[in-house]
């Protein structure tokens, strides 16, 4: 029996919904791997922060003129404590953004737009936020090997894919 007091209706329509992204740009199950995923790397945000910034900065060491961690090579970043506050405060932000912008589209977009704003300063674009979100993305993957599955592959790609398209 399926009226508006029958729970089968709710079920389809949560199986419907649990496959099809929201205004996130996520699905249901995608949030779910890519907020259990980062509930193990923000156990040391500090070194996984580094680590990102170091392999970010090996890849494409163009980026370093950005930033004012007091030159020196990509490797020997790894020691600086400049770039560790950052990576740490890029860390924080990716994690708020994970655990309550996923649950809240409205306070993700508000998060964004600041990001952007504060990013737009500094002239950095859509493709240069495009090359972090891949380090990240490629070091979270191996980071988290054990735990990874073509759901949390496709969570991180779509959710890093929504924080660049916010510099459209």
């Given at each position: 029996m399926s009226g508006p007091g029958s729970l089968v209706g709710s079920d389809e329509e949560e199986q419907t919904n649990y496959h099809t992204p929201d205004e996130?740009?996520?699905?249901?199950?995608?949030?779910?791997?890519?907020?259990?995923?980062?509930?193990?790397?923000?156990?040391?945000?500090?070194?996984?922060?580094?680590?990102?910034?170091?392999?970010?900065?090996?890849?494409y060491p163009q980026y370093l003129d950005y930033f004012d961690f007091g030159g020196g090579s990509a490797g020997e970043l790894g020691e600086n404590r400049s770039l560790h506050a950052h990576a740490l405060n890029v860390m924080n932000f990716i994690g708020t953004l994970i655990d309550y912008g996923l649950n809240d589209p409205?306070?993700?977009?508000?998060?964004?737009?600041?990001?952007?704003?504060?990013?737009r300063k500094?002239?950095?674009?859509?493709?240069?936020?495009?090359?972090?979100?891949?380090?990240?993305?490629?070091?979270?993957?191996?980071?988290?090997?054990?735990?990874?599955?073509?759901?949390?592959?496709?969570?991180?790609?779509?959710?890093?894919?929504?924080?660049?398209?916010?510099?459209?």
């Amino acid at each position: 029996m399926s009226g508006p007091g029958s729970l089968v209706g709710s079920d389809e329509e949560e199986q419907t919904n649990y496959h099809t992204p929201d205004e996130t740009g996520l699905t249901k199950s995608q949030k779910v791997a890519l907020i259990a995923a980062w509930s193990i790397v923000k156990k040391d945000l500090v070194t996984h922060g580094r680590n990102i910034f170091v392999m970010f900065f090996e890849e494409y060491p163009q980026y370093l003129d950005y930033f004012d961690f007091g030159g020196g090579s990509a490797g020997e970043l790894g020691e600086n404590r400049s770039l560790h506050a950052h990576a740490l405060n890029v860390m924080n932000f990716i994690g708020t953004l994970i655990d309550y912008g996923l649950n809240d589209p409205a306070l993700l977009k508000c998060s964004l737009g600041k990001l952007v704003r504060n990013h737009r300063k500094r002239n950095v674009t859509k493709e240069d936020v495009a090359a972090v979100g891949g380090v990240i993305m490629r070091y979270c993957l191996k980071a988290l090997e054990q735990h990874k599955t073509k759901t949390l592959e496709e969570a991180f790609g779509a959710f890093l894919g929504t924080v660049a398209a916010a510099f459209e």
